[in-house]
């Protein structure tokens, strides 16, 4: 029989929608896993989207109460898309409610917020998992495979970045991903956490950076309240607000192992619209990867090559997870794909009752890395990077 896991979304706009869309995805892709998302409640403050999940995304119920889902028996899992600001007291309540929790990084607004959200997790001993989707591109699982086999030889270098143009527009819309106090950090929470994310997954931990900011956009339009994203657009009269959050970062990194670096992200940028990628070199090879082109990887290793140079790797059904959603070689996955396969591992944890990876210790460990870098910006200097985790198991 199919494993029934009920879900209960808290927030449901854009990244709430697609989430709910993977979890109703998985029994059609991934039919052999037996895994059935039931999605039981949505909770939003805009009653139109309460309306959308019901009607059209097939949730039973909806409410502007989000205390309400954590009171319904039939919900095993929490899945936080609301607000940044809002994550902690959601979190924490889920987790004391003994929900498993699914919650969209930043878990935290800054980075003490998620360090007391992953010791409110460990304390109530539930399962969680952080939207760290990128690495999950079957040619991202391929990489680390090989690097896992050795056969990059020893890591010497690592250049990631994300450069997405989302805030090119001058005239974009001042939404709370622009404000301090709704978002926390700029870029430094909602980019570079995945580019900490993607280079800790593949080279392991992070030891010390230096780092650097700026705002590029200082204002911009005001929106009317409940209404637009950061993808809506004012107009050149309209009233405006100042933009409280950096909209650049860049860092040099040195890690554990070694392997030296450098991190750089930007939502002002020019050109580069979702260049979410990396750069690795190592004693015997290379591999380049961007999201842009998710579906191809530069790939370097010339003891097994005919050829001395980057050869193109094209994803295709030998690689895991893509079988399932598309056949053959060369044929594309999506951004949306990525979520599938994230909604989908995350539920096969819960139901063999096994911590995820990622979990709230891993976003604790990307956090840790972004406090070393906003430090950076006050000493000007190399920080070390320092576990924020807090001690204690016991409430």
């Known amino acids: ?66 205390r309400q889902l954590l009171e319904r028996d039939e919900i095993d899992v929490i899945d936080i898309t609301a607000p940044n600001a809002l994550h902690q007291e959601l979190a924490e309540a889920a987790a004391a409610a003994g929900k498993h929790i699914f919650c969209e990084k930043p878990v935290g607004i800054e980075p003490k917020a998620t360090a007391a959200i992953e010791r409110a997790a460990r304390i109530a001993g539930v399962i969680t998992g952080c939207g760290y989707n990128y690495r999950w591109a079957p040619l991202v699982q391929y990489t680390r495979q090989l690097i896992n086999e050795g056969r990059f030889g020893e890591l010497t270098h690592y250049r990631g970045r994300f450069f997405s143009m989302y805030g090119r527009d001058r005239l ?10 709704e978002a926390g950090y700029g870029v430094l929470s909602d980019l570079m956490a ?17 780092s650097v900011k700026e705002i590029f956009v200082k204002e911009r339009p005001l929106p009317n309240p409940g209404e637009g ?38 939502r002002s940028i020019f050109g580069p619209q979702s260049s979410m990628a990396f750069e690795l070199n190592g004693a015997k090879g290379a591999a380049a990867w961007d999201h842009e082109k998710l579906n191809q990887l530069q790939l370097y290793l010339p003891e097994e090559q005919a050829v001395d140079g980057f050869i193109e790797v094209l994803a ?72 924020l985790r807090i001690e204690g198991s016991e409430a």
């Open 172 to 181: 974009g819309l001042l939404s709370w991903r622009f404000l301090q106090d």
């Open 316 to 387: 295709g059904d030998a690689l895991p997870h893509q079988g399932n959603i598309v056949p053959g070689g060369g044929n594309s996955l999506g951004y949306e794909d990525m979520k599938i396969i994230e909604a989908l591992e995350f539920l096969k944890s819960v139901e063999a009752g096994r911590q995820h990876h990622p979990d709230f210790t891993d976003a604790l460990a990307n956090a840790s890395v972004a406090a070393a870098m906003a430090r950076s910006w006050e000493s000007e200097r190399w920080e070390d990077v320092v576990s």
């Open 1 to 66: 029989m199919p494993s029934s896991i009920g879900i209960g979304v808290i927030g449901f706009g854009w990244m709430g929608q697609a989430h709910s869309r993977s979890y109703r995805s998985i029994p059609s892709y991934f039919p052999e896993t037996g895994i059935a998302p039931r999605l039981v409640a949505v909770a939003d403050t805009v009653p139109e989207r309460i309306d959308l999940a019901v009607n059209n995304f097939g949730f039973e119920s909806g409410t502007t109460d989000w």
């Open 229 to 266: 994203t950061h993808y809506d657009r004012g107009k050149p009269d309209d009233p405006t607000g100042a933009v409280t959050n950096e909209d650049y970062v860049g860092a040099m990194v040195e890690f554990a192992s070694g392997t030296r670096g450098t991190l750089e992200v930007d």
């Open 194 to 210: 995945h580019a900490i994310d993607m280079a800790q997954y593949l080279c392991g931990p992070v030891a010390r950076v230096v």
